[in-house]
């Protein structure tokens, strides 16, 4: 089964702030899905990536496959981007996602 | 709209009393799947499906039933709920493995059983 961590778990930043967070798996895959949980609990895709870089917004996202590792990037961060962010990645057979436990950011204005 | 619709938002029941989760999605998805979300343990599937009538039980699935007559539902199922499934729940689809397809999210379901 493929481990999942994140880090950090919590981050507090300044409104503007360029923001980081990074997750690391064990077993080789394909994919990475990241994933943004707002305060009220719902649950919304932000990429799905396979390799090199993807860019929405103010948010990008890379991975290495090699190194088994992937960023998501906040630039210019505002406090409507605080919220939990989660990485995922496919188990065996493709039918099953691991996700890390979240890493839960706070803009302050 | 595209969306996944789960109902209840909240539903509050007593043990033993068997509750069912309704699921339905709206963009032809094969792929459907349920999570648990408890503080400390993160997302963890309990079953998903692959296609009408094909389910196969995920990392929690204990106490939890499923079925998959039409694509479009995908309904959980409490036949005995218990304290230790308070829980907060989602329902998910996508066109086709996590390997290819991005996840859409149902907006949650806060289950307490008392």
């Known amino acids: 089964k493929n481990e999942v961590e994140q880090s950090p778990q919590n981050l507090t930043a300044q409104e503007g702030e360029f923001i980081t967070i990074n997750c690391s798996y064990s077993v080789g895959i394909s994919a990475l899905h990241w994933l943004q949980q707002h305060p009220g609990g719902g649950i919304v895709s932000l990429f799905m990536?396979?390799?090199g870089k993807k860019k929405h917004g103010r948010l990008i996202a890379t991975i290495n496959i090699q190194e088994k590792h992937s960023s998501l990037h906040i630039t210019a961060s505002h406090p409507r981007d605080s919220a939990v962010y989660i990485c995922a990645v496919p188990g065996a057979g493709s039918y099953q996602l691991t996700f890390g436990k979240g890493t839960k950011l706070s803009v302050i204005p | 709209e595209a969306q996944v619709t789960q109902n209840p938002r909240y539903l509050i029941t007593v043990t033993g009393k068997k509750l069912t989760v309704t699921c339905s999605q709206n963009?032809?998805?094969?792929?459907m799947s349920w999570y648990r979300q408890d503080p400390g343990l993160g997302l963890r599937q309990i079953y998903y499906?692959?296609?009408?009538?094909?389910?196969d039980k995920g990392d929690v699935p204990e106490g939890y039933k499923v079925s998959r007559k039409e694509k479009r539902n995908f309904p959980l199922i409490l036949e005995s709920p218990s304290p230790n499934q308070t829980s907060l729940y989602f329902c998910?689809?996508?066109?086709?493995?996590?390997?290819?397809?991005?996840?859409?999210f149902g907006q949650g379901t806060r289950l307490t059983v008392v």
């Open positions: 963009m032809n998805h094969e792929y």
């Open positions: 990536l396979s390799s």
């Open positions: 499906s692959m296609n009408v009538e094909v389910t």
């Open positions: 998910a689809s996508s066109l086709a493995v996590h390997t290819t397809g991005e996840a859409f």
